[in-house]
């Protein structure tokens, strides 16, 4: 089954257990040349009167490179099937393998990107503002356990422009 347009009031889910159990793909490029990884950090909500999503990545993963010099990229819901499709993308660098054919996905063209055929959700996402977290700003100093490496995220915040579903 084909991914369809639906409208963005139609969405009805809850996003802790989308983002936070489900986990998601971050996928940026063209058809000839794109990156995607794993993501179960992320905020969803209204902002500057848009519906945006916050997503975040570390300096080191290779689709941060994607995700910088392109304007769009999309995030992808699967379903449990998936679960160790997702585990792959997110433990391998697209460095050193080709994820979606280890995977079994589909790379299609959608609004300028790149999402996969086997989603059962993608939301096209067009990048607003990009901010570095800082340690210095951390007012709960506990959250730097989260990065024994130093290796801070860098954050995206888009908008969501287009909802697709099966």
């Given at each position: ?55 975040f990545?570390?300096?080191q ?13 999309t ?18 660098s697209g460095?050193?393998?080709?994820k979606?054919?280890e ?5 299609v ?10 989603a ?12 570095d ?6 007012i ?7 990065y024994?490496e ?13 909802a697709?579903?099966?």
């Amino acid at each position: 089954m084909a991914l369809h347009p639906i409208e963005l009031s139609e969405l009805k889910f809850n996003p802790f257990d989308k983002i936070g159990k489900e986990w998601y793909l971050i996928t940026a490029g063209n058809l000839e040349h794109y990156n995607t990884m794993t993501a179960s950090w992320g905020t969803m909500g209204i902002f500057w009167g848009k519906p945006v999503v916050n997503s975040f990545i570390r300096p080191q993963r290779y689709t941060l490179e994607f995700v910088e010099q392109n304007d769009f990229f999309t995030i992808s819901f699967y379903g449990e099937e998936y679960r160790k499709a997702l585990q792959y993308c997110g433990s391998h660098s697209g460095r050193d393998v080709d994820k979606a054919k280890e995977c079994g996905l589909t790379p299609v063209a959608l609004d300028s990107t790149v999402a996969f055929e086997e989603a059962s959700l993608v939301l096209v996402c067009k990048k607003l503002y990009v901010y570095d977290l800082k340690p210095e700003e951390m007012i709960d100093k506990s959250i730097d356990q989260w990065y024994p490496e130093k290796d801070y995220h860098r954050c995206f915040f888009a908008e969501i422009v287009k909802a697709y579903q099966k």
